[in-house]
C-alpha cells in the first residue's frame, strides 16, 4: 500500500467553526508532513512530524494545531480560520526526514467563508 | 543561498513531440533531486529522483532526467508528449543545511500544456 488518504477531501467551514483534517498512511513512514497550497503556487510546509514529534513548524499560526495520535495518522486541527486560510492542504509521508521522496495524499480543498 | 529556479513558468506542446522541462538549482553541497507531478485538484507524484547515483534517472510515464553538476541543472525530459502529461510540474531539491539538517525547497512549477 503506497498511499497516503487524506479526509475529507473538501470542505467548507465558517469563521467560528472548528474542524479536522485526517491523513492516515499505512506505509511505515516515520515522518508525516502539512503542507498548504494556494492556486498556482508550489505547495508551503507548514508542519513536519518525526517519530511522532513535532520537528518543524514553519511559524504557523496558531489557528492551526497539529497532531500525531500514532506512527500512522495525522490530524490538522482548525479553529477561527479566515477566508485567506482557503487552500489546498496536502499530507505527504516519507521513509526519514532526510533527503528522500514524499507520498503525497490528494489534498483537502478547504474554503473558509 | 540555496535555491531551484525552473526556467519556464508554461510550456506548451503538441501530442507526439518531445518534452523539456528546464531547472536550475543553486546549493553548497550535492544535493538530492526530485521531480513531481501535479494534476488539477490532486497531490504530488514523484516522477524520478536523483541522489548521487546514475546521473541520467528514469522515471515513471516516460520520462527522464539529467543531473549535470557542471551546469547545476535537472531539466526533464520526455521524448513524445501525451495528452495527459498535462498538468503542473515541481523540481524540488533536499539540500544539507550548515546546521546539519535537510531543506527541502521547491520551484515555482511549470505548466505543461499538450495540444492534440
Known amino acids: 500500500d503506497t498511499e497516503v488518504t487524506q479526509t475529507p477531501k473538501h470542505l467548507v467551514m465558517g469563521m467560528t467553526n472548528k474542524k479536522s483534517l485526517k491523513c492516515e498512511q499505512h506505509m511505515g513512514h516515520r515522518a508525516m508532513y502539512w503542507y498548504k497550497q494556494k492556486a498556482k503556487k508550489p505547495p508551503e510546509l507548514m508542519f513536519v512530524?518525526?517519530?511522532?514529534?513535532?520537528?518543524i513548524n514553519e511559524s504557523v499560526p496558531s489557528r492551526f494545531s497539529p497532531e500525531c495520535p500514532n506512527s500512522s495518522l495525522l490530524n490538522l486541527h482548525l479553529h477561527a480560520l479566515q477566508p485567506e486560510d482557503s487552500a489546498l492542504y496536502l499530507c505527504a509521508s516519507s521513509s526519514r526526514t532526510e533527503n528522500t521522496e514524499a507520498f503525497f495524499g490528494q489534498g483537502t480543498r478547504l474554503t473558509v467563508v | 543561498a540555496q535555491s531551484v529556479t525552473q526556467l519556464d513558468s508554461h510550456v506548451s506542446v503538441s501530442e507526439g513531440t518531445p518534452v523539456l522541462l528546464r531547472c536550475n538549482y543553486s546549493?553548497?553541497?550535492?544535493?538530492?533531486l526530485f521531480w513531481y507531478v501535479q494534476h488539477p485538484n490532486k497531490g504530488l507524484q514523484l516522477l524520478l529522483k536523483y541522489t548521487s547515483a546514475a546521473t541520467l534517472v528514469k522515471g515513471i510515464n516516460g520520462f527522464e532526467a539529467e543531473f549535470k553538476k557542471s551546469e547545476t541543472s535537472f531539466h526533464l525530459t520526455k521524448p513524445s508528449a501525451h495528452m495527459s502529461d498535462a498538468a503542473e510540474y515541481f523540481c524540488?531539491?533536499?539540500?544539507?543545511?550548515?546546521?546539519?539538517?535537510?531543506?527541502?525547497?521547491f520551484g515555482a512549477g511549470t505548466r505543461l500544456f499538450v495540444k492534440a
Open positions: 546549493s553548497s553541497y550535492s544535493p538530492s
Open positions: 512530524y518525526s517519530y511522532e514529534k513535532l520537528s
Open positions: 524540488v531539491v533536499s539540500v544539507l543545511q550548515n546546521t546539519g539538517g535537510f531543506k527541502t525547497i
